[in-house]
């Protein structure tokens, strides 16, 4: 876990949308999205700056139900902790 060694594999970009998925609102089946934005505040004392410090991140969210795309939040921020798998390594 505390290497970086092996990171650098080249990403597969040699796919076309037929090779894609849908993902769709786990409420409400839509799959239309918007892009929402949280908000998380640093201490000042963390972020070394004068003032608490607001880190903006990006989330998708269901334009029907309002409902936040699970799959793309911080692991940390997951109502659902059941996915969790980079904790138990061998
Ligand atoms: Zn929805």
């Known amino acids: 876990m505390n290497t970086i060694e092996g990171m650098n594999q080249t990403p597969t970009t040699n796919f076309g949308?037929?090779?894609t998925t849908e993902v769709k609102c786990e409420s409400c089946d839509n799959t239309i999205f918007q892009n929402g934005i949280i908000f998380r505040k640093v201490s000042k004392l963390m972020a070394?700056?004068?003032?608490?410090?607001?880190?903006?991140?990006?989330?998708?969210?269901c334009t029907k139900c309002g409902e936040t795309l699970q799959e793309l939040l911080p692991s940390e921020l997951k109502s659902d902790n059941s996915i969790e798998t980079s904790n138990i390594v061998v």
């Open 17 to 19: 949308l037929k090779d």
């Open 48 to 61: 070394g700056t004068d003032k608490d410090a607001l880190v903006p991140i990006n989330i998708p969210y």
